[in-house]
């Protein structure tokens, strides 16, 4: 019976994982969106109006840098385009860096609009740290806080305007010089006007440490104050949009950048390869990948849509690899004085610091109430150690030694049950010609249940106690695949990146192995074909394991080892098998 629940508990993770493995969405083809034919990447459509009136206007309205002046709406026709005298601006294009201790950010005045956003604490894969405005989708993407309006000719002058920049004193205003937010937060303010009465502010505050950009416009026209729809173009910039082609040797198992709202106290994730749009007062809202996220803070939580779709651009290096991002837009119902961007990692500490619920952004599933606290001990054993391999062992060790009671009694109730199987296979046997329905079926109930009693065995005790450690497996598992604390991590050797799969597969061979000997230790209690199903697991672990992160490796066969030293040690304990019993 035991072997049964275990059976089925395998069974269970094994379509799991290969649910998550094979059965995500397809990803749209590439030749009906790329730039197979030379034409510019793909972006969303334009979504009409709803009941709320938010009209909002797709990425594809949003001029490139290098568009032309747009004529003002009076032209009359056969006359040059004339744009309207510029009286706030500046007379050339520069970039504006800003730094602090964790993001180097660069913005250009042309538009007041984000070029790059580079973390400092985490690298790509080439070893450079990593650039959150993914370059891949192409000089002509849509850059963040692109601004778009109802009237195509005042968006193009929002976001090809070279604007005035000020940043309190600070040398941003200076050309070539560097905003220093790294002792004390700063703002960068951009300004343009021109003679027909529109006029644009756009600030940026950054603090020191963290990942928070605070922006506020105001874009009026005459008198009136206008309701932009905030454009963040295509992301993320991490490496996994720009993966190769999938296989079974590749870590598919990367969540990839998606759509993601906080809704009615819960985490929505929208599949990658669909278009849409979302309305309501969402406490957050943007798109995230599997270890990164660029979201609006909405806190309070005021009326707002978001429209999102699918990019899927060739990478110019190799064009037979696909980069997928998702590009995005958010509009309020009316316009906000300031708003909230998250854009970094999926640290839990950060995302804590933004709001308690941003950390439903790390998707640990249902385990999620045990993996924050393994995730806390991970870190509090890292403290010591210094290398989040050898923290990986460590925790692995004493989360097996807190349930070696529990396996031991499991063990110990199985080698009581394997005892007594030639005295089950007899009764059985004698009532194999009752149907299941014959009341002389109840007498073997009787007879077995008369056996345990006499031989002191507890059938629940063998299950129970493995049952109980089931939660503290999976949630390791969901802890370990989606930290971003393991992202490029060092252990030891060829084992450069805890994240990745081991390069030479030693360590998935290893845990196949360590598996398989494990399995042969533990006592066998099921019939033949179960127990030829059960020997066929170790196999079929360990080419999953070959896409598996090598930090999932590790874990795994750290526990498989211990399993055979307390299998040895509660052989010792309770003495060799006893000969089995007679008929």
Excluded at 125 to 153: I, N
Excluded at 442 to 448: A, D, L, P, S
Excluded at 468 to 489: K, N
Aim: neutral net charge; contains cysteine; proline residues 9%.
């Amino acid at each position: 019976m035991e072997r049964r629940v275990l059976l089925a508990i395998t069974l269970s993770f094994l379509v799991l994982f290969l649910f998550q493995r094979f059965v995500m969405p397809p990803s749209a083809p590439p030749a009906s969106q790329s730039g197979a034919t030379g034409d510019k990447p793909p972006v969303p459509s334009s979504v009409p109006g709803n009941a709320s009136g938010l009209s909002v206007q797709s990425p594809a309205t949003v001029p490139s840098a290098s568009a032309p002046p747009v004529a003002q709406s009076g032209a009359s026709a056969g006359q040059a385009p004339v744009a309207p005298e510029v009286t706030v601006g500046e007379t050339s294009e520069r970039e504006i860096v800003v730094e602090t201790t964790t993001v180097r950010a660069v913005f250009t005045n042309r538009g007041a609009r984000l070029l790059h956003w580079t973390l400092k604490a985490f690298r790509s894969d080439q070893g450079v740290p990593l650039d959150l405005v993914p370059e891949g989708a192409g000089p002509d993407a849509v850059k963040p806080f692109s601004l778009v309006v109802d009237d195509p000719a005042v968006s193009a002058r929002l976001n090809n305007a070279i604007y005035r920049v000020s940043s309190g004193g600070t040398g941003g205003d200076k050309p070539g010089a560097k905003v220093d937010a790294t002792a004390t937060p700063q703002s960068v303010v951009f300004e343009m006007a021109g003679a027909d009465g529109l006029t644009v502010k756009k600030t940026f505050s950054v603090e020191p440490g963290g990942y928070l950009i605070a922006f506020s416009t105001v874009v009026q026209l005459g008198q009136a104050r206008l309701n932009p729809t905030i454009h963040w173009g295509p992301g993320l910039g991490d490496d996994i949009a720009r993966s190769p082609p999938a296989s079974f040797f590749s870590p598919s198992y990367n969540t990839p950048s998606q759509p993601i709202v906080y809704k009615d106290g819960s985490v929505e994730r929208i599949a990658p390869t669909d278009s849409g749009s979302q309305e309501g007062a969402f406490r957050y809202a943007g798109i995230d990948d599997h270890y990164f996220l660029a979201a609006v803070i909405n806190e309070p939580p005021a009326p707002l849509r978001i429209d999102y779709a699918p990019v899927h651009v060739p990478q110019a290096n190799d064009p037979a690899i696909i980069g997928k991002y998702t590009a995005y837009a958010v509009k309020y119902q009316s316009p906000q004085d300031q708003t909230r961007i998250f854009f970094g990692p999926k640290t839990f500490d950060d995302l804590k610091a933004v709001d308690t619920e941003l950390t439903r952004a790390i998707n640990y599933g249902i385990f999620a109430w045990l993996a924050v606290p393994l995730l806390g001990a991970l870190k509090w054993v890292y403290g010591f150690i210094g290398n989040w391999g050898w923290s990986i062992v460590v925790l692995t060790i004493l989360i097996n030694l807190a349930m070696f009671p529990l396996r031991h009694k499991s063990v110990v109730s199985m080698r009581k049950m394997q005892e007594i199987q030639p005295q089950m296979k007899a009764i059985q046997d004698r009532y194999a010609k009752y149907k299941v329905t014959d009341p002389e079926r109840q007498k073997m109930n009787t007879e077995v249940m008369a056996l345990y009693k006499a031989r002191g065995v507890n059938p629940a005790s063998g299950c129970v106690p493995m049952l109980l450690t089931m939660p503290f497996l999976f949630a390791f598992y969901s802890m370990l695949s989606q930290s971003i604390e393991i992202r490029g991590a060092h252990f030891a050797g060829w084992i450069t990146n805890l994240s990745a799969p081991d390069p030479y597969f030693i360590s998935p061979l290893v845990m196949g192995a360590t598996m398989f000997l494990q399995q042969r230790m533990t006592p066998a209690t099921m019939d033949p074909a179960q127990a030829k199903i059960m020997m066929f697991m170790p196999v079929m672990f360990t080419f999953m394991s070959l896409s598996f992160p090598s930090g999932l490796v590790i874990y795994w066969t750290v526990s498989n080892i211990w399993g055979i030293g307390q299998q040895y040690f509660t052989n010792y304990l309770i003495g060799s098998p006893a000969k089995p019993a007679a008929k």
